[in-house]
């Protein structure tokens, strides 16, 4: 089970930070993480995912390079985040 850094309620699409709990000695490890539950656009697939900061920052980097790329939600889906 995953010890959360903040306290948050985990949900779909929400990056949450947690503790490396096994991180091992003299590894170059990151101390934490920055996990998210994804799932297919059907619903099935479930999973979580674990990302670096660093990971999380070239993401947002190429999405601001590649907007006409980017998705975008409806209102009432806006409402209800």
Same mark, same amino acid.
């Given at each position: 089970?995953? #010890?959360? !850094? /903040?306290?948050?309620?985990? $949900?779909?699409?929400?990056? =949450?930070?947690?503790?490396n709990t096994e991180k091992k000695k003299f590894s170059?490890?990151?101390?934490?993480?920055? #996990? !998210?539950?994804?799932?297919?656009? /059907?619903? #099935?697939?479930?999973?979580?995912?674990? +990302?670096?900061?660093?990971? =999380?920052? %070239? %993401?947002? $980097?190429?999405?601001?390079a590649n907007q006409e790329d980017l998705t975008s939600?409806? +209102? +009432?889906?806006? =409402? !209800? /985040?």
């Amino acid at each position: 089970m995953a #010890s959360l !850094i /903040d306290k948050v309620k985990v $949900k779909a699409g929400r990056l =949450i930070k947690v503790w490396n709990t096994e991180k091992k000695k003299f590894s170059n490890a990151k101390p934490w993480y920055v #996990s !998210i539950w994804v799932e297919d656009a /059907d619903g #099935s697939n479930e999973r979580c995912l674990l +990302f670096t900061q660093k990971e =999380i920052d %070239a %993401a947002e $980097k190429r999405a601001a390079a590649n907007q006409e790329d980017l998705t975008s939600k409806g +209102f +009432f889906t806006n =409402i !209800i /985040d």
